[in-house]
Nanobody, 115 residues
Framework: QVQLVESGGGLVQPGGSLRLSCTLS????????MGWYRQAPGKQRELVAR???????NYVDSVKGRFTISRDNAKNTVYLQMNSLKPEDTGNYCCNLDVSKTEYWGQGTQVTVSS
């Protein structure tokens, strides 16, 4: 069982930045994908950014040019750098690991963008 622990959320003003971290309890070997999802009140959960073991990266259109997903294999950690934050970026951000058709989720971290 792999555990995912997120951190880095908080309250930030529009235009500000945050960096989210997702640390895995174990090193993943083989083919996998890790993603950041978010869910705002009253809305469906959406995939924000995704990175595969092969280095392929995808973003939802609304964050392209503002968010950057990256990973540090030595630290078993995936990051989401969020710049130029907007109120519509507000939500609970969860980290997801998809390996061998099994998914693991973190508990989530709240991001609130408000003046």
């Amino acid at each position: 069982q792999v555990q995912l622990v997120e951190s880095g959320g908080g309250l930030v003003q529009p235009g500000g930045s945050l960096r989210l971290s997702c640390t895995l309890s174990a090193r993943i070997i083989g083919i996998y994908a890790m993603g950041w999802y978010r869910q705002a009140p009253g809305k469906q959960r959406e995939l924000v950014a995704r990175i595969t073991s092969g280095g392929n990266i995808n973003y939802v259109d609304s964050v392209k040019g503002r968010f950057t997903i990256s990973r540090d294999n030595a630290k078993n950690t995936v990051y989401l750098q969020m710049n130029s934050l907007k109120p519509e970026d507000t939500g609970n951000y969860c980290c997801n690991l998809d390996v061998s058709k099994t998914e693991y989720w973190g508990q989530g971290t709240q991001v609130t963008v408000s003046s």
